[in-house]
């Protein structure tokens, strides 16, 4: 019998108890993973143990696959109208939005960042994205195809199966509502791994889902490692799908399993670098505020991070002095301090990469203009950071950080920062700020990414398809549940080979 958490929030923005299972969540049920092993799960802010989990093995995947076969052929699937997969899901979204305080409040704890955040873009994003699937349930359609006289030709989109999802740490909740969300509406049960750094908040969701009523084997939690479980679900025969949010390293995994096993249909949203290019005519304020909520927002922990940021020689310096300004304004501390803007890295792993990032930037000549340094005595804090004087050739110019650190880069020309802003392996995003719409759409539309932003930054929508070009992905979120099915239907022709 698996464990339960129970925790007791006694801070300034949030005040409660939380108590759920930490097993694996399989056929509707809490079980200890098969070989009774477990995972510390780490509070960012302190370093210190907040739980332990069930860890999930490859035969825990078999288990979970079972029950999500055995749910899709007997009660989910084209065996539920979509109408009552809509009702179940405005349930969850109901559930989700009774215990909002809760769900933000264990996403702030074991992902550091703040509750403010965990609330109000997390949360709020998450609950929208279930309710707006929801309303597509039943509204799943074909289409007739005219032929000839003699023949009616019709296509269904029909679910998948069992799809396997694996989720990352950064946006635990709202990465977990972006893959249930769609597969849920069009009839397809799922495997879900969430991070082993940010477990919690998918087994809370867990538990409200059966208190909405889904039936069991639907939706199906497997905690573990990517190593294990997650290659169990990329390398499994009967999944028909794999989701993935994560590493381009990870994802070249995932898709040489599943090209060497039963051709799974992936869907990837993997790395970025993405630049934020800033005219001479842009609002200079409005363009200080994106481009720092493009870079610090949620720790620098975002794909489409504006990390690279471009700003025209003729503004350059009073743009740098109040960026600088900026970020000296960013209070980084407390998760659940109502001023802090910024909580810590999500793990000391992830600390430790990105200080090393730092210490490259300065190894390779690099000017830290403001920041670079460990903030607090305890947990994984980093200051917001600035460097200037980069060489395109430096580390932190080309790879992905994942942290807080922006690169501050001169420009004269528009088309050499046209150049420079697609020299890049990645294409997740790209922003552009500038008051001539003329000059900011045609950039836009020149700048290889999967989502263009005009004067603004990191604004997500769940009707609108995110992923990327190049190396930042296959496939888009947010969608691609089915697999289309023509039907012919032969009225009275006749065809003999002899």
Known sequence: MPSTFSYQFDTPSHKGITEFSTGLFINGEFVDGSENSTIDVINPATGKLITKISQGTPKDVDRAVA??????????????????????????????????????AVE???????????????????????RYYAGWADKIQGKTIETNDGKLVYTRHEPLGVVGQIIPWNFPLLMLSWKIGPALATGNAIVLKP?????????????????????PGVFNVVNGYGATVGAAIAEHMDIEKVAFTGSTLVGRKIMEAAAKTNLKK??????????????????????????????????????????????????????LHLFTEKAKQVKVGDPFHPDSKQGPQVSNAQFDRIMSYIDSGKDEGATVHHGGVR???????????????TRPDMKIVKEEIFGPVGVVIKFDDD??????????????????????????????H????????????????????????KQSGIGRELGDYTAVKAVHVNFGHQWSVA
């Not at 088309?415 to 997740?428: F, P």
């Open 195 to 215: 991070s082993e750094f940010t477990p919690l908040s998918a087994l809370l969701t867990a538990k409200l889902a059966k208190e909405a009523g889904f039936p």
């Open 375 to 389: 903030v607090g005595d305890e947990g994984y804090f980093i200051s917001p950071t600035i460097f200037t004087d």
């Open 446 to 469: 020149k700048l290889k990414a999967g989502t263009a932003w005009v004067n603004c930054a990191n604004m997500l929508h769940a009707s609108v398809p995110f992923g990327g070009f």
């Open 67 to 104: 029950a999500a076969q055995h749910a899709f052929e007997t009660s989910w699937g084209l065996k539920c109208p979509g109408a009552e997969r809509a009702k179940l899901m405005n349930k969850l979204a109901d559930l989700m939005e009774e215990h909002e305080d809760e769900l933000a």
């Open 266 to 319: 992936v869907t990837l949203e993997l790395g970025g670098k993405s630049p934020n290019i800033i005219f001479d005519d842009a609002d200079l304020e409005a363009a200080v505020n994106w481009a720092a909520f493009g870079i610090f927002w949620n720790q620098g922990q975002t794909c489409c991070a504006g990390s690279r940021i471009f700003v025209h020689a003729k503004i350059y310096d009073e743009f």
């Open 415 to 444: 088309e050499d920062v046209i150049r420079q802003a697609n020299d890049t392996v990645y294409g997740l995003a790209c922003s552009v700020f500038s008051q001539n719409i003329n000059r900011a759409l045609e950039t836009a």
């Open 108 to 130: 702030a704890l074991d992902n550091g960042k703040t509750f403010y955040w965990a609330k109000n873009a997390d949360l709020k994003g998450a609950i929208d994205c279930i």
